[in-house]
C-alpha cells in the first residue's frame, strides 16, 4: 500500500474539519461566535501575555493564515514547542494573509484543550470512521499533540475521502459530519480571493496543496474530486 506523507497543507484542512465537529457538538446556533469564543477561551490563558497579543486574535485569523505571526521556529521544530513558546512568536497585526505552519499548529493545541484529547484520538472517536480512515500515523510531540501543519500519512483513497466530504456539504452515509456553513465559509474567500478556511481558491473549486506534488482538488462544478 502506498503511503503519502502529509508535509504541509492536507492535514491543515482535516484540523479545520475537526474544528468545526467539535463547534457541532457545542449544539451551538451561531457557529461564527462560537469558534470566536473557543478561540478566546484558550489562546493566552496560560501565558504571562494574558490580555497581550493573544486576545487580538481568533480562530478565524488561524484558520485564514492572518494571525499576524511570524514564523518563529524553523521545520520541523514547532511541533516540540509549547503552546506558550508558539504565542510567544514574533508578530505585528491580524488580518493581513501569511502563510505559517507554526500558527497553524496552535489548532491542534486548541483540539487538544477544548477536548481534553489529543487530535488524533479526537478524530478517531468522531471523523475518521465515518470516512472509512482507519488508524493512520501522525506524529506528536511530548505532550501527545499532533502536528497541525504536516506528517499525517493517508493513502491515496484516504485524501480524496476527505475531498468527497467537502464535495458532499459535509454528509458522509447520511451523517452530517461538518455543516453547509463550514463548507461554505472554509471554501470562500476570507483574508483574500485566494485563501479560505485552510483551503486554496484557485478560481474554480478548491485545493490542498501540499510539498512533492500532493494535491486533493475539488470541483463542485464538475461534481469531481
Partial sequence: MIKLKDILTEKK???GAMINVIDRLTDSNNHNEA???LAKSFLGKNSPLVKGYESLISLHNLL???SGYADGFGYPYWVSATTTQLEWMPYSFPGFFFYNNRACHLNSHIINELTEMSPRDFAIENLFPQLGISNPNWSDDQDNVHNGSYDLYLTL?????L???YLQDGVS????LLSSEWINNATSPQVNNWYGYLWWLPGI?????GLGGQYIAVVPELDLV
Fill in 205 to 209: 473549486g478548491y485545493l490542498a496543496v
Fill in 163 to 165: 475531498g468527497q466530504l
Fill in 157 to 161: 483513497r484516504e485524501m480524496v475521502k
Fill in 35 to 37: 469558534r470566536l469564543q
Fill in 173 to 176: 452515509l447520511d451523517n452530517q
Fill in 13 to 15: 484542512e482535516l484540523g
Fill in 64 to 66: 485564514s493564515m492572518s
